[in-house]
């Protein structure tokens, strides 16, 4: 069935180093995407967003990548410090927009 | 207020109770939704409002769910003859209207625990 999934379920990263976290969804009629960073229990909290006619947005230490070709969708956080230690979720609305599908998302652990 | 509110944060109860969940969106957000979270899991949609209508309620699990929303602010999710499978965070996320490229900003979730 249609889904957004990711390809690693954990990223282990030294503090300092750049981390990427992948995501592959299989609509390609899916045309904005967002990823999320969730917190131990805390609820979602929104990192940065991407609409399907770009393939590239920079944030503050993050850069989500768009790859329509393969259907690949990729976080990427520069200088990951221990605060970023968090589950990542990618999402994706299917135009309309109200209507979020979210991956199962991957936990990033980052080692001091 | 400053941030989506949720209450209680915890919940614990017997199965075959039912129970409330409230969400206090963020002041004029118009569009409210609600997600079901499972242990280890991603997001599940259950609901979401445009005002005080709910135009999709595909998510809703079964006719034990409902939900509701008043002037167009607070929320309930209404979980009837509650199940141990019903046992999961339940999210509430606002954002300005139900539109693309309009991030939803959440709550902090109910924990339900069914024992």
């Known amino acids: 069935g249609e889904s957004v999934g990711l390809h690693l379920p954990t990223l282990s990263v030294q503090e300092g180093d750049n981390s990427i976290i992948n995501c592959a969804y299989s609509n390609s009629a899916s045309d904005y995407f967002i990823w999320y960073k969730q917190e131990s229990g805390k609820g979602p909290q929104f990192i940065i967003d991407?609409?399907?006619?770009?393939d590239k947005r920079q944030g503050q230490r993050v850069t989500v990548l768009l790859n329509k070709t393969v259907k690949h969708l990729s976080l990427q956080i520069a200088a990951t410090q221990p605060g970023d230690s968090a589950v990542y979720f990618c999402a994706e609305n299917r135009g309309g927009g109200f209507k979020t599908i979210f991956g199962a998302g991957t936990r990033l652990f980052v080692k001091a | 207020g400053a941030g989506v509110s949720q209450s209680p944060s915890n919940k614990v109860t017997e199965k075959g109770k039912d129970v409330e969940l409230r969400c206090d969106p963020i002041?004029?957000?118009?569009?409210l939704y609600w997600y079901r979270q499972r242990l280890g899991q991603g997001l599940e949609f259950l609901i979401y409002f445009q005002g005080n209508s709910a135009p999709d309620k595909s998510g809703l699990p079964s006719d034990r769910f409902s939900a509701e929303r008043t002037g167009e602010s607070v929320s309930t999710l209404t979980i009837q003859r509650t199940q141990q499978e019903d046992s999961a965070v339940y999210l509430c996320a606002s954002s300005p209207q139900a539109a693309q490229g309009q991030p939803q900003h959440f709550g902090d979730g109910t924990r339900l625990s069914i024992l």
């Open positions: 002041s004029g957000h118009t569009a």
């Open positions: 991407i609409r399907s006619n770009m």
